[in-house]
């Protein structure tokens, strides 16, 4: 697969230079796939392991299953929240990007291509930091889509890995800001647009056969439409070029500044009542108080 920019009424094709965010994720994503495989040849209870168990519902035994190893407790995994509520496990909705199938190389090997071609292109276009947020944030979609909806609609209690979500995510927003930007697939020249269509269609094809009961492919459809859904709305609405840890770090100043302010007005308040009552009229508070307040100056 080869990518090209579009320039006016022509293209040219070229592999892109690598990008500073895409190449730590194709690194990071690699080398867990490699402590993986090393984990697995050890003991593969280790990456994945579920036992199987009944509980009691409407007065019948039902069939139920617990989830330990890695994946269970890194990948986007419903069914370890059951069993250890209320204990939370938040980190899901971002490691279970980063884990792949050791018996699947080619999940691996397609998520890295997906990212390097089309990840470089929205870095190179939107910056390194923001496109960072934007693929964690599209990750933490898939995730949560799959937390709260795979139980519901499939379920499925087990884990959920890799980055398709993100995948989806950065391919959908390329599309929409590229639409005509061209793929060569398969020595096909085909618009960045249908391939993304395409993949999308697939996606939603997939879980409606899996929604009807005719069976699955073992992938997470959810994850794949809730990123997709992501990447889209996030070019069409010029998300994307939304800092939002500037947004952040603007917010924590500013709450900053009126905590400052809103002392300084109480030390004044505080030195009028010395003047008029003396010092000994303070609470043991308000004396901690002038004493933190002199500690900082």
């Known amino acids: 697969m080869q990518t090209s920019e579009y320039q006016g009424g022509g293209s040219s094709l070229a592999l892109p230079g690598l990008t500073p965010v895409v190449k730590w994720l194709l690194i990071s994503m690699a080398a867990v796939w490699g402590v993986e495989l090393v984990i697995s040849l050890v003991n593969p209870d280790w990456i994945s392991s579920v036992t199987l168990g009944t509980r009691v519902a409407d007065g019948a035994l039902v069939p139920e299953a617990h989830w330990g190893g890695l994946f269970g407790y890194f990948g986007a995994t419903p069914g370890i929240w059951f069993d250890r509520f209320p204990w939370l496990f938040p980190w899901q909705v971002l490691t279970y990007g980063f884990l792949h ?31 960072l947020q934007f693929f964690l944030i599209a990750l933490a979609a898939g995730g949560i889509t799959s937390l ?30 590229q639409p005509r930007a061209t793929v060569l697939l398969l020595f096909f020249p085909l618009p960045l647009a249908w391939l993304a269509i395409g993949l999308v269609g697939m996606d939603a094809f997939f879980l409606i056969q899996e929604l009807a009961g005719r069976g699955t492919d073992f992938k997470d459809h959810l994850a794949h439409l809730a990123g997709a859904g992501f990447g889209f709305l996030a070019a069409r609405r010029g998300l994307i070029w939304q800092d939002w840890g500037s947004v952040v770090e603007a917010k924590v100043a500013e709450h900053k500044a009126q905590g400052v302010a809103n002392d300084e007005g109480r030390l004044d308040e505080l030195l009028i009542k010395i003047q008029k009552e003396g010092i000994h009229s303070l ?3 308000e004396r901690a108080f002038l004493k933190r307040m002199s500690d900082r100056r």
């Open 148 to 177: 709260l909806l795979k139980p519901l609609l499939m379920g499925s209690s087990g884990p959920t890995v890799g980055a398709s979500a993100g995948v989806m995510a950065i391919l959908c927003c390329a599309a929409t800001m």
């Open 101 to 131: 199938g050791v018996s699947s190389p080619l999940h691996l090997l397609f998520n890295l291509l997906g990212i390097y071609f089309f990840g470089t292109m929205v870095e190179g276009t939107i910056g390194s930091r923001r496109f």
């Open 283 to 285: 609470s043991e508070r």
